[in-house]
């Protein structure tokens, strides 16, 4: 009998726990429905009560939060079942309108669970920003200590020795394959999590021999709220206004940190993340572009095979109030047309499965297959949630996908075995990577309904991976800070990082001893590829992208990366591996002046750091920061903190430092969002205050502006204060105030004001991607140049006065150099070649502006453009 059949016949008749009852509610009033969408950085939030500033440094901590915490640690058998922390109710919990499970219920009922099985374990993987237990939920037939410790290590062989594990017969008789499915990281979109506590409670009491085989050949992992705190307010983002299913790459949330360190530990062979709202439900694979390091001969035969065998079980089911997909009209409907939407076969672009900052997509480099699945029907705009009635469609339909999903792998999954075998075996042994043609497509093992819907043209970009990423040590090295903090994300990621035993000479450059090296002869060798490499340009293969489309860690992390060789040559020398990056922090003996680079993030924040002891500082014209007798005790807390290498000042700096910049602790006034906020913070700035155009307004005639103790105003969003504000802010800035900003709204409030000249273009609003970039002689970002920035979208800027300086420039040939940027909906790339991308600016009394038009806060994720911020905040809080 199939998992299928078994496990329909079981939803709710044959389980009589309680923990299945949902309890009914009454809806709240349609005006107490919350916005959809992100949280602004003003107030406290309903779920918790903490600040934002909490929720900031919340987001920032606990597991797998640092890169040696990147892996969870699992039970030693099975069943694991400790004691779960009950969380109170929350007054206008928002699943009280749709009749989902409240977060408050979900610990009491896996209890219960608990408590009535040996099959059902649940462990903490993390806690959400707002606090909360973010629960891994296994599913599986009881195991001795000795039976788990050799499912680690078929796990281990799998990946480090993947040519033995093709052939090792007990693996192949023994080991029980994961699967893994996972919903509500959109915290407003909550189905996906009811049916998964259906189908946990289905299969921890079913008595058939069906279920039982199952449970012996398979683990099941469930991760059933991915966003308590947006489950509980009715939010898609996080509670600090991050969307965490675009952060599986920067990691900037607990909950995609929490996310990427269950992919990297469990392996899956499938997961399924569950999703919402699409008018019909939708089950990937999706539609080209697809991503240049994925394996798609071993990925789309079974994804795809998958998909269709969940739209015959959903077609099957004939569940009252759902929808079907008109292949005709593109459009879902109530006819029962016999179809769900399958991207890969429905959408010929636009649902694209390119970048890996999405759960599914990313947990493919992982070595799984992968789906993201969208539920059917969506919010009631007077609720702000589903309808009880769509909800409870939608949580059936997502019940019955799951369950065609765990049948298709349990029946395929000695395939599927293989091909994730194969997929380590390429990186290990370093074979080429090869782009699927019209040939070898036919080659390809495994169901093939997919082979006539590949696009040998569009489908694909050919890459050509390199022997190795060498990320240099020394004069070689923009930023030994970025450098390190690039590492820990790599190592945070599972990629694999050596050191070079000795000097090196790689096509004609030398690289010392003690660089590090990201050998492309390893499992992860498509994670690696994706994360360091620059990608493509693909603009002309569809009009638009449903989100960005190049994400580099070595253009866009601010340190110094070479990619070296080709994948077939041979291993660049001796190199030792690393776990965790050395330190090298050190405070020189008998020094009365230190300095230190300023470079990097991390060096920004020990600067900030030690300027708020009140330690005298100066800014040396080499971009360096000299630190005087009376800040050597806040020096030494920053050796131990941020892992900062001073060195001695010679005569000649402290000489010098009459005419140096004197550097003082900031106040920074803001106007943003979550990105503004986190990206200062992390930058060290830690007196921010949120101001806006009426606060300004409102507060002219008394001195109540927000301004009044700030150093520097960041414009991260429109500021345009009427006539007396207008008055207060130039009274300010004649004072000494100083503005740094972004994008057109940046350039217009330093522009009202006189500190800058000229026009701001904004190029295609939905262009994003890495940008090549020149950095002028005397520009303030000269001592330490960058060659790439990032942009969402492009912004330059043209016609500008004498007073207005070029600080950095778009490249004068080819600007664009990965990503989605075309003339659809603005000016397209070329129009921005050799165009000034950051200006600055100085009035006569001596007040200063820089002004960006590329995206230097995007998500936290451009980390070489938050140094630049940096810079030219001090740059320009330090003018006369």
Same mark, same amino acid.
């Given at each position: 009998?199939?998992?299928?059949?078994?496990?329909?016949?079981?939803?709710?008749?044959?389980?009589?726990?309680?923990?299945?009852?949902?309890?009914?509610?009454?809806?709240?009033?349609?005006?107490?429905?919350?916005?959809?969408?992100?949280?602004?950085?003003?107030?406290?939030?309903?779920?918790?009560?903490?600040?934002?500033?909490?929720?900031?440094?919340?987001?920032?901590?606990?597991?797998?939060?640092?890169?040696?915490?990147?892996?969870?640690?699992?039970?030693?058998?099975?069943?694991?079942?400790?004691?779960?922390?009950?969380?109170?109710?929350?007054?206008?919990?928002?699943?009280?309108?749709?009749?989902?499970?409240?977060?408050?219920?979900?610990?009491?009922?896996?209890?219960?669970?608990?408590?009535?099985?040996?099959?059902?374990?649940?462990?903490?993987?993390?806690?959400?920003?707002?606090?909360?237990?973010?629960?891994?939920?296994?599913?599986?037939?009881?195991?001795?200590?000795?039976?788990?410790?050799?499912?680690?290590?078929?796990?281990?062989?799998?990946?480090?020795?993947?040519?033995?594990?093709?052939?090792?017969?007990?693996?192949?008789?023994?080991?029980?394959?994961?699967?893994?499915?996972?919903?509500?990281?959109?915290?407003?979109?909550?189905? *996906?999590?009811?049916? =998964?506590? +259906? $189908?946990? /409670? #289905?299969?921890?009491? @079913?008595?058939? &021999? %069906?279920?039982?085989?199952?449970?012996?050949?398979?683990?099941?992992?469930?991760?059933?709220?991915?966003?308590?705190?947006?489950?509980?307010?009715?939010?898609?983002?996080?509670?600090?206004?991050?969307?965490?299913?675009?952060?599986?790459?920067?990691?900037?949330?607990?909950?995609?940190?929490?996310?990427?360190?269950?992919?990297?530990?469990?392996?899956?062979?499938?997961?399924?993340?569950?999703?919402?709202?699409?008018?019909?439900?939708?089950?990937?694979?999706?539609?080209?572009?697809?991503?240049?390091?994925?394996?798609?001969?071993?990925?789309?035969?079974? *994804?795809?095979?998958? =998909?269709? +065998? $969940?739209? /015959? #079980?959903?077609?099957? @089911?004939?569940? &009252? %109030?759902?929808?079907?997909?008109?292949?005709?009209?593109?459009?879902?409907?109530?006819?029962?047309?016999?179809?769900?939407?399958?991207?890969?076969?429905?959408?010929?672009?636009?649902?694209?499965?390119?970048?890996?900052?999405?759960?599914?997509?990313?947990?493919?480099?992982?070595?799984?297959?992968?789906?993201?699945?969208?539920?059917?029907?969506?919010?009631?705009?007077?609720?702000?949630?589903?309808?009880?009635?769509?909800?409870?469609?939608?949580?059936?339909?997502?019940?019955?996908?799951?369950?065609?999903?765990?049948?298709?792998?349990?029946?395929?999954?000695?395939?599927?075995? =293989?091909? +994730?075998?194969?997929?380590?075996?390429?990186?290990?042994?370093?074979?080429?990577?090869?782009?699927?043609?019209?040939?070898?497509?036919?080659?390809?093992?495994?169901?093939?309904?997919?082979?006539?819907?590949?696009?040998?043209?569009?489908?694909?970009?050919?890459?050509?991976?390199?022997?190795?990423?060498?990320?240099?040590?020394?004069?070689?090295?923009?930023?030994?800070?970025?450098?390190?903090?690039?590492?820990?994300?790599?190592?945070?990621?599972?990629?694999?990082?050596?050191?070079?035993?000795?000097?090196?000479?790689?096509?004609?450059?030398?690289?010392?001893?003690?660089?590090?090296?990201?050998?492309?002869?390893?499992?992860?060798?498509?994670?690696?590829?994706?994360?360091?490499?620059?990608?493509?340009?693909?603009?002309?293969?569809?009009?638009?992208?449903?989100?960005?489309?190049?994400?580099?860690?070595?253009?866009?992390?601010?340190?110094?990366?070479?990619?070296?060789?080709?994948?077939?040559?041979?291993?660049?020398?001796?190199?030792?591996?690393?776990?965790?990056?050395?330190?090298?922090?050190?405070?020189?003996?008998?020094?009365?002046?230190?300095?230190?680079?300023?470079?990097?993030?991390?060096?920004?924040?020990?600067?900030?750091?030690?300027?708020?002891?009140?330690?005298?500082?100066?800014?040396?014209?080499?971009?360096?920061?000299?630190?005087?007798?009376?800040?050597?005790?806040?020096?030494?807390?920053?050796?131990?903190?941020?892992?900062?290498?001073?060195?001695?000042?010679?005569?000649?700096?402290?000489?010098?430092?009459?005419?140096?910049?004197?550097?003082?602790?900031?106040?920074?006034?803001?106007?943003?969002?979550?990105?503004?906020?986190?990206?200062?913070?992390?930058?060290?700035?830690?007196?921010?205050?949120?101001?806006?155009?009426?606060?300004?307004?409102?507060?002219?005639?008394?001195?109540?502006?927000?301004?009044?103790?700030?150093?520097?105003?960041?414009?991260?969003?429109?500021?345009?204060?009427?006539?007396?504000?207008?008055?207060?802010?130039?009274?300010?800035?004649?004072?000494?105030?100083?503005?740094?900003?972004?994008?057109?709204?940046?350039?217009?409030?330093?522009?009202?004001?006189?500190?800058?000249?000229?026009?701001?273009?904004?190029?295609?609003?939905?262009?994003?991607?890495?940008?090549?970039?020149?950095?002028?002689?005397?520009?303030?970002?000269?001592?330490?140049?960058?060659?790439?920035?990032?942009?969402?979208?492009?912004?330059?800027?043209?016609?500008?006065?004498?007073?207005?300086?070029?600080?950095?420039?778009?490249?004068?040939?080819?600007?664009?150099?990965?990503?989605?940027?075309?003339?659809?909906?603005?000016?397209?790339?070329?129009?921005?070649?050799?165009?000034?991308?950051?200006?600055?600016?100085?009035?006569?009394?001596?007040?200063?502006?820089?002004?960006?038009?590329?995206?230097?806060?995007?998500?936290?994720?451009?980390?070489?453009?938050?140094?630049?911020?940096?810079?030219?905040?001090?740059?320009?809080?330090?003018?006369?």
């Amino acid at each position: 009998m199939s998992l299928q059949r078994t496990i329909a016949g079981l939803s709710g008749a044959a389980v009589a726990l309680s923990v299945l009852a949902v309890p009914a509610a009454v809806a709240d009033e349609p005006d107490a429905s919350p916005a959809d969408g992100g949280r602004g950085p003003e107030g406290t939030p309903a779920t918790t009560g903490k600040s934002f500033a909490e929720l900031v440094q919340a987001a920032k901590t606990g597991p797998a939060a640092k890169a040696t915490d990147s892996s969870l640690e699992m039970p030693t058998s099975y069943p694991y079942q400790p004691e779960l922390t009950v969380y109170d109710p929350v007054e206008g919990d928002v699943t009280e309108r749709n009749e989902t499970i409240a977060y408050s219920d979900i610990a009491p009922r896996l209890a219960e669970l608990m408590a009535a099985s040996d099959r059902v374990s649940t462990q903490v993987v993390g806690q959400s920003t707002g606090g909360r237990d973010l629960y891994l939920v296994t599913v599986t037939a009881p195991e001795t200590r000795g039976e788990t410790n050799q499912q680690t290590r078929w796990r281990e062989e799998i990946r480090q020795d993947p040519e033995r594990a093709a052939t090792d017969a007990q693996l192949a008789a023994g080991y029980k394959t994961p699967l893994w499915i996972s919903a509500n990281i959109h915290g407003n979109e909550w189905e *996906g999590t009811d049916a =998964a506590m +259906q $189908v946990i /409670a #289905d299969l921890a009491t @079913a008595e058939d &021999e %069906g279920t039982a085989e199952l449970l012996e050949s398979h683990r099941l992992y469930f991760s059933v709220s991915l966003n308590p705190d947006g489950r509980t307010i009715g939010t898609r983002a996080t509670e600090l206004g991050f969307d965490a299913n675009r952060d599986m790459v920067t990691g900037a949330t607990p909950e995609a940190r929490s996310f990427v360190a269950t992919a990297q530990t469990l392996q899956p062979l499938y997961a399924a993340d569950f999703h919402g709202y699409t008018g019909v439900l939708q089950v990937e694979p999706c539609g080209p572009p697809h991503g240049d390091n994925y394996e798609y001969d071993l990925f789309i035969p079974h *994804g795809y095979a998958l =998909a269709q +065998q $969940v739209e /015959a #079980d959903v077609v099957d @089911a004939d569940i &009252e %109030g759902n929808t079907y997909f008109d292949t005709e009209t593109g459009r879902s409907t109530d006819e029962k047309t016999g179809n769900i939407k399958i991207p890969y076969r429905d959408t010929p672009s636009g649902w694209d499965d390119y970048p890996p900052i999405f759960t599914a997509q990313y947990a493919a480099y992982h070595g799984a297959v992968t789906s993201t699945v969208e539920l059917p029907h969506g919010r009631s705009w007077s609720l702000g949630t589903t309808t009880p009635e769509d909800a409870a469609i939608n949580t059936e339909v997502a019940r019955v996908t799951m369950v065609s999903m765990l049948d298709y792998v349990a029946a395929h999954s000695d395939e599927m075995l =293989a091909n +994730q075998i194969e997929t380590f075996r390429r990186g290990v042994e370093g074979a080429p990577k090869e782009s699927l043609t019209t040939e070898t497509i036919a080659d390809v093992a495994g169901p093939d309904a997919w082979k006539e819907l590949w696009d040998v043209t569009d489908d694909q970009e050919p890459v050509d991976l390199p022997r190795a990423y060498v990320i240099p040590v020394g004069d070689g090295q923009r930023s030994s800070s970025d450098a390190e903090a690039l590492v820990d994300a790599l190592l945070y990621h599972g990629v694999e990082v050596g050191t070079l035993q000795r000097s090196t000479e790689v096509g004609g450059e030398t690289f010392p001893a003690g660089s590090l090296v990201v050998d492309m002869h390893q499992p992860r060798r498509g994670l690696a590829n994706t994360l360091l490499a620059t990608g493509s340009d693909i603009s002309e293969k569809l009009p638009t992208m449903y989100d960005i489309s190049a994400w580099s860690l070595a253009d866009l992390w601010g340190a110094t990366v070479v990619a070296v060789g080709d994948t077939t040559d041979a291993a660049l020398g001796g190199t030792t591996p690393l776990h965790r990056v050395p330190q090298d922090g050190v405070l020189p003996k008998k020094a009365d002046h230190v300095v230190f680079d300023l470079a990097g993030i991390e060096d920004f924040r020990a600067l900030n750091a030690i300027l708020s002891e009140d330690a005298p500082a100066w800014l040396l014209d080499d971009g360096r920061a000299v630190v005087g007798p009376e800040g050597l005790p806040a020096a030494a807390d920053a050796v131990v903190t941020f892992d900062i290498p001073f060195e001695a000042a010679t005569a000649a700096e402290v000489a010098s430092l009459d005419e140096a910049a004197v550097l003082e602790d900031l106040t920074v006034a803001y106007t943003g969002g979550s990105d503004d906020v986190v990206a200062l913070t992390d930058l060290g700035f830690d007196d921010l205050v949120p101001v806006s155009s009426s606060g300004v307004s409102a507060g002219a005639a008394d001195g109540t502006t927000g301004l009044e103790d700030a150093d520097v105003l960041w414009v991260g969003s429109s500021f345009n204060p009427d006539a007396a504000g207008d008055a207060a802010v130039q009274e300010w800035l004649d004072a000494g105030g100083a503005i740094v900003g972004e994008s057109t709204s940046g350039f217009a409030a330093a522009e009202a004001y006189g500190l800058v000249e000229g026009d701001a273009v904004r190029g295609n609003s939905r262009g994003n991607g890495i940008v090549a970039v020149d950095t002028p002689t005397g520009s303030i970002f000269a001592p330490h140049p960058q060659d790439t920035s990032f942009i969402y979208p492009a912004v330059w800027f043209t016609g500008l006065g004498e007073s207005t300086s070029v600080e950095l420039a778009y490249d004068a040939g080819s600007p664009f150099l990965a990503g989605h940027w075309n003339g659809l909906y603005g000016p397209g790339q070329d129009v921005a070649a050799g165009q000034a991308a950051v200006v600055s600016g100085e009035t006569a009394t001596g007040a200063r502006a820089v002004v960006f038009g590329t995206t230097p806060f995007f998500r936290t994720h451009p980390k070489g453009g938050m140094s630049q911020v940096a810079t030219a905040i001090f740059w320009a809080a330090s003018g006369d």
